[in-house]
């Protein structure tokens, strides 16, 4: 009986002991604690001091150290233990994708030369009129370029610089960037023909881009435009003032939007006058760019008073105004006074003295 009462002792006294090691190691200053595989950790709240922190123990008086509430978080250091990262690394959706390639902004092509319309070119001689029909296709630079004289003609400096800068804009050997904007800065305000002053403009508008766009080159191409660089026409008469002439008298016959060069049109043109065509090749009174007077004998008709259409015409073209002047009957002859005062402003047309119903007071 003793000895099973001495048994039990000893064994109270070890489940005491037990009792105390564990209690020794709750209160300890933890620094030995670890995690044991409960998923739980000891979270240690920074005091005033540098000594002990304060440890929280389970609800319910176990030994198991919780965390403290979320309140307290701001100023909590935790133990390290197991964490759970919240980076994510992008993974690409098709590792195996090539970077889709960077798209070339496409560059607009500069407005290239309208048609002319073309010269009739009657004599096959190169003149800056049928040189700028040329260009107007700009595969044709190239051609247009060694057909321009080595001159400083203004129409011809101008054809020059605008070839030169049409092969350059498009990468072709044998164009100039600084010809093309010395020719250009040279002929400033220059360009006193429709074609020359579309040239002019074109021009103008390949150095600006070039000047954009300093190592661009672009394919140009041919105006889908149909309004002509020129509106050529008979644009009026010179009958002294009075839209009368009588048959025998000079009057003089104006044309403007010319596309061709003048002396062709003296060598190969015809005039027409009430359907009658005036005899003798044509004479000019004056001529400044795309402007040009005709001198022409007025015919003799049946019947007067008539009004008359005056047709020009040259290889295919024809410019015509409809009754253009009146033909009267034969009268007094023209004052020859050689008085300026009593001249046409072109000083070459004499006035008629008035009928005398018209007299002047």
Not at 347 to 357: D, I, N
Request: proline fraction near 11%.
């Amino acid at each position: 009986m003793m000895a099973v009462s001495l048994g039990v002792r000893v064994s109270g006294l070890l489940l005491v002991g037990a009792v105390a090691v564990a209690v020794a190691a709750v209160t300890s200053d933890g620094s030995g604690f670890a995690d044991r595989g409960g998923g739980n950790s000891t979270t240690v709240s920074a005091g005033p001091s540098a000594g002990q922190g304060d440890r929280t123990p389970a609800p319910g008086g176990s030994g198991t150290p919780v965390r403290p509430s979320p309140a307290g978080a701001a100023s909590a250091t935790a133990i390290p233990g197991p964490t759970t990262t919240h980076s994510r690394t992008p993974v690409p959706s098709h590792p195996a994708a090539a970077p889709s390639p960077t798209r070339k902004a496409v560059l607009q092509a500069p407005a290239w030369l309208p048609p002319g319309p073309r010269s009739p070119d009657e004599d096959g001689i190169a003149d800056p009129s049928g040189v700028y029909d040329r260009l107007t296709a700009p595969d044709q630079c190239r051609t247009a370029l060694d057909l321009v004289p080595h001159e400083t003609d203004p129409q011809w400096r101008l054809l020059r610089g605008l070839a030169s800068a049409c092969l350059a804009v498009q990468g072709s050997h044998g164009g100039s960037w600084d010809t093309a904007a010395q020719d250009y800065a040279a002929l400033a305000g220059g360009a006193d023909t429709c074609k020359g002053r579309a040239a002019y403009a074109v021009l103008g508008g390949l150095l600006d881009f070039h000047r954009r766009h300093p190592a661009a080159t672009v394919r140009l191409k041919a105006s889908a435009s149909t309004a002509p660089a020129c509106a050529y026409a008979v644009s009026g008469t010179q009958t002294g003032g009075d839209g009368e002439s009588p048959p025998g008298e000079t009057v003089g016959i104006e044309l403007s939007g010319t596309y061709f060069e003048h002396v062709e049109l003296l060598r190969y043109g015809s005039l027409f006058i009430g359907g009658t065509q005036v005899p003798g090749p044509l004479v000019t009174v004056s001529q400044a760019g795309d402007k040009l007077v005709l001198a022409a004998v007025v015919p003799g008709f049946e019947g007067y008073p008539r009004k008359v259409d005056v047709v020009v015409r040259y290889g295919d073209t024809e410019a015509r105004l409809p009754d253009a002047f009146t033909v009267v009957a034969p009268g007094g002859l023209p004052s020859l006074d050689p008085d300026p005062s009593s001249r046409s402003p072109q000083g070459m047309f004499p006035l008629r003295p008035l009928p005398a119903h018209r007299a002047r007071p």
